[in-house]
């Protein structure tokens, strides 16, 4: 029986079945399907990937439907890196597999098996003799993972958090070179906020478009944000004549800012002082970047993220983190309060997926900044140092190198002392990813794209 690296729940964790955990006995041949057989169930799986896109476009679900793909090309690329590695390093890989459970349809390439499987639920690659656990037929132990090389064994196992930082920095590049970043001068309306109270709010009232850029302010012209804010905020209840660019064209509005003290928005009073406010969300015009000058802003985009990552990975596993997590999960009403002080917590598949669809809505650089933040975090992740990650497949073997004397046969780790402690893991694991599940749920963080 061959251990997996594999995907399962959150894309791109890899980690071991539970049978791969004990010996087993060496697998035997499998029986190939008649290739009429293969064929009929390539096509029924590509009716039924037909039927669920047009499910999705006919009730306006297409963000849903990018977020899913954009998860499972990430998980694939993830099991594509420990495939590549393996087969460079000439280790003997099995299967190459989307999903778990049942076969919907696969085919065999030389001794690598590649298919679907009936339950989306991640991915996963078979690298025979992943632990000294497994029994593999004699034949194939030299091609072992077990067997080969340390250098070799060091990179198949992190090759999966290593594609997520390439997945990563790929996208902040074709972000800078596609999309760009916001410029100093320019005014672009985002979005809007709604007013308690009101149906539209003065921009809307006005005929403000979200895209419009705001060229003057009575007959000034605007560079900046801010110079348009300061404009807005002193004409508490005064009409202010706007010009803006729209596709091409200029349009002349009026719009009549309100007073921020009397005039609430999802419950939170605008401001403590007379100020005029409109509703919209500001920004820049953002200005693409050449190809080679992006390579370095994209390394400070990845470089920033990471250190956010590892910065809230040790808020959550701190005492402090903890307890905060602890009474959010036991008392609704601390979740509910964090929830509305916008309190930082873990989420789950479905809070981020939630994030991700809402962020698709908002716009691709607003998608692309939370598969970037996504690829980060599970890449780390993945790399602690405890099975059944990734990262606890290269403690096992940084700690096997460590434990060879010069001359003498290579030292091989018992993971059988390591099953308890991968079992504990499993359920702690378990017990966090339930607990976000029922807090994104009953408590689901705010929509941070407005």
């Known amino acids: 029986m061959s251990t997996r690296l594999s995907t399962p729940g959150a894309p791109g964790s890899p980690t071991l079945s539970a049978r791969s955990l004990v010996a087993g006995r060496p697998e035997g041949p499998r029986v190939e399907p008649p290739p009429g057989s293969t064929r009929r169930s390539l096509l029924a799986l590509l009716a039924a990937v037909a039927f669920i896109v047009a499910l999705a476009l006919v009730l306006n679900a297409g963000a849903l439907l990018i977020v899913i793909v954009s998860l499972i090309i990430i998980v694939m690329v993830h099991e594509l890196g420990h495939f590549l590695t393996a087969k460079w390093s000439h ?71 290593i594609m997520h930082f390439v997945m990563a920095f790929l996208l902040a590049w074709a972000a800078l070179v596609f999309i760009g970043t916001p410029s100093a001068n320019g005014v672009i309306i985002e979005s809007f906020t709604p007013f308690a ?27 900046t944000v801010d110079a348009f804010s300061a404009a807005i905020k002193k004409a508490v209840g005064l009409p202010v004549h706007l010009v803006v660019d729209r596709g091409g064209r200029h349009v002349s509005l009026t719009v009549t800012p309100v007073n921020g003290q009397r005039v609430t928005s999802d419950g939170q009073r605008l401001s403590k002082k007379r100020e005029g406010y409109i509703g919209v969300f500001l920004s820049s015009p953002s200005v693409p970047e050449n190809a080679f000058g992006a390579l370095g802003g994209a390394g400070k985009v990845v470089g920033q993220v990471t250190t956010a990552s590892v910065t809230g990975l040790g808020h959550l596993f701190s005492p402090h983190g ?3 997590y602890v009474s959010q999960v036991a008392n609704p009403a601390v979740a509910a309060k ?12 479905v809070g981020a997926g939630r994030i991700a669809v809402q962020a698709a809505h908002a716009g691709a650089l607003e998608l692309i900044e939370v598969l970037i933040a996504l690829n980060i975090f599970i890449g780390i992740f993945n790399m602690l140092p405890i099975l059944p990650l990734d990262g606890g497949h290269v403690a096992i073997a940084l700690y096997e190198r460590v434990r060879t004397r010069r001359g003498r046969p290579y030292y091989q780790a018992d993971a059988a002392k390591l099953l308890v402690v991968a079992y504990v893991f499993v359920f702690l694991l378990v017990l966090l990813v339930s607990s976000s599940v029922y807090l994104d749920i009953t408590h689901p963080v705010a929509n941070p794209f407005g």
């Open 91 to 161: 280790m003997r890989v099995t299967e190459y597999f989307v999903g778990f459970g049942p076969r919907l349809w696969s085919i065999r390439r030389g001794e690598t098996e590649y298919g679907v499987k009936a339950i989306p639920a991640g991915g996963y690659v078979k690298i025979p003799g992943m632990t000294n656990l497994e029994e593999v037929d004699p034949a194939d132990e030299p091609r072992t993972y077990r067997r080969q090389p340390f250098r070799n064994r060091i990179l198949v196992a992190s090759a999966g958090s």
């Open 197 to 223: 109270g009101m149906a539209l709010n003065p921009a809307q009232q006005a005929g403000l478009h979200a895209g419009d850029a705001v060229l003057s302010v009575d007959g000034h012209p605007v560079n």
């Open 322 to 324: 903890i307890a905060t």
């Open 338 to 349: 964090d929830q509305r002080n916008g309190t930082s917590r873990p989420e789950s598949i």
